[in-house]
Nanobody, 123 residues
Framework: QVQLVESGGGLVEAGGSLRLSCAGS????????MGWFRQAAGKERESVAR????????TYADSVKGRFTISRDNSKNIVYLQLNSLKPEDTAVYYC????????????????WGQGTQVTVSS
C-alpha cells in the first residue's frame, strides 16, 4: 500500500521559512516523479513544485520561483520543499504527490497523495 506522509507545516510570520518533508512508503519512490501542490481556502489545488525521478529536473510555479526549493533523497524515500521568504498568500494546505508512471515525466500524471500539512503565514 502506497503511503505519503507530509510534515513540517506550521504558523510562521511573513518573511520566515519552513521546510516540508514527505516520507513515502509502499513503493520505490526513486523511480517516480514527485510534486508538491497546495490548496488555499476557497481556491483550486495548484502545482507548486515538481521534481523528476532522478532529481535532475525541477519546475516551479511562477509565484514561488526563487523562494521555494524542491529536493529529494532517494536513499530515504523523502521529498523536501524548502519555503523561504514566505508571504501571507502562501497560506494553504500543502500536499505531496507521487507520479504514476515508472521513470515518467514530472508533468504527471500524479496518482498518490498525502493527507496534507497546513502552512499559515501571518502578516
Amino acid at each position: 500500500q502506497v503511503q505519503l506522509v507530509e510534515s513540517g507545516g506550521g504558523l510562521v510570520e511573513a518573511g520566515g521559512s519552513l521546510r516540508l518533508s514527505c516520507a513515502g512508503s509502499g513503493r520505490t519512490f526513486s523511480n517516480y516523479a514527485m510534486g508538491w501542490f497546495r490548496q488555499a481556502a476557497g481556491k483550486e489545488r495548484e502545482s507548486v513544485a515538481r521534481i523528476s525521478w532522478s532529481g535532475g529536473w525541477t519546475t516551479y510555479a511562477d509565484s514561488v520561483k526563487g523562494r521555494f526549493t524542491i529536493s529529494r533523497d532517494n536513499s530515504k524515500n523523502i521529498v523536501y520543499l524548502q519555503l523561504n521568504s514566505l508571504k501571507p498568500e502562501d497560506t494553504a494546505v500543502y500536499y505531496c504527490a507521487a507520479g504514476l508512471t515508472y521513470k515518467g515525466s514530472y508533468n504527471g500524471p500524479y496518482g498518490y497523495w498525502g493527507q496534507g500539512t497546513q502552512v499559515t503565514v501571518s502578516s
